[in-house]
């Protein structure tokens, strides 16, 4: 009896997640109709509608809250119908990311795509080495491997995929196809990655997720847990790392950003702390979020506190 009752609860959550997958597919693929800027700008009036009242918007108000005790309930719900919207944009430039990304490596500042940074993307793919870029679920971040490709420089990305399957499978097709090398994260995926680097080759990690058995740190001023893989694959390797993002403008326009490689914290015998650059991580996504807070997925858990709620 007991058997058959969880046969039955597992097949009614993978009958849900499979309903819930073909209705995203079905909303994406009635949005290709439209033109594009009409179609982006209706999921994200959407979004703002449904967002509000899914169970989810508790979370991400608390979530605000905490992260900005100074900001007025008005700022705060502000802050999280942006996100929503956001969100929604995401959901919407997935369908559209051929004709968004429509950037030349020979007409810099043409169309919709600004790169700050283009000479570190040329200095990476001339002079072949190791090493990490790393970066946050902000702006669009799908496009930064992409824009990389666009300039040769090709990395081995490590991603999680969506806790839906039949959406993750679809996610990872659409990545696979247009960001190159991609590696889900789990217990081998290091082993992926340092084979990467050891060959001289470079990977992307976002690091702004949750992570249950991390290194202690803080986030927003809160303890948090956090990834500790980029800062063992530096120490491992020597390589250098630098932070990159991409930046959501008006007019459905994105800035994407590589800055300088960061100098990585190291302990009195001279080796990397990685405690300390986990640390360093955390400090440099929360500066690029208290810039344009609208712009992260509050949503997320990323304090393991949706249990407390």
């Known amino acids: 009896m007991k058997l058959f009752i969880t046969r039955l609860v597992l097949a009614t959550r993978r009958f849900s997640q499979w309903a819930v997958a073909q209705f995203a597919f079905a909303f994406l693929t009635l949005l290709k109709i439209f033109p594009a800027d009409p179609a982006i700008n209706f999921a994200d009036r959407l979004m703002r509608f449904v967002g509000p009242k899914t169970s989810r918007h508790k979370l991400m108000l ?29 959901a919407a430039e997935y369908v559209f990311l051929d004709r968004l990304f429509d950037f ?16 570190l993307f040329l200095d990476l793919r001339d002079n072949p080495r190791p090493f990490i870029v790393f970066s946050a679920h902000t702006g669009n971040f799908e496009i930064l491997p992409v824009a990389g490709a666009a300039f040769g420089l090709y990395v ?81 390797f020597e390589c250098d790392v630098y932070p990159a ?34 640390q360093l991580l955390n400090n440099k996504v929360e500066s690029w979020v208290r810039e344009y807070p609208e712009q992260w997925l509050w949503y ?6 949706k249990r407390e709620l």
């Open 104 to 119: 030349d490596p020979d007409k810099p500042g043409e169309g919709r795509i600004e790169v700050s940074g283009i000479p």
């Open 245 to 278: 993002r991409c930046i959501r403008l008006p007019g459905n326009r994105f800035r994407l950003e590589i800055e300088p490689r960061v100098d990585l914290p190291r302990n009195a015998a001279g080796q990397l702390d990685v405690t300390a650059t986990a």
């Open 300 to 305: 997320h858990d990323r304090w393991n506190i």
């Open 62 to 90: 608390t979530n605000l809250r905490n992260a900005f005790p100074e900001k007025s309930e008005a700022e705060i719900e502000a802050i999280a119908l942006g996100s929503w919207g956001h969100m929604g944009r995401l």
């Open 156 to 236: 081995t990305v490590l991603f999680r995929p969506p806790n839906n399957p039949y959406i993750g499978e679809k996610v990872f097709a659409f990545r696979a196809k247009r960001m190159g090398k991609l590696v889900p994260s789990h217990a081998g995926s290091s082993f992926a990655l340092a084979r990467q680097l050891e060959s001289g080759g470079g990977v992307g990690v976002l690091v702004d997720q949750k992570f249950k058995k991390g290194v202690s740190t803080q986030f927003f001023g809160r303890d948090v847990k956090t990834n500790p893989l980029l800062a063992k694959l530096a120490r491992q």
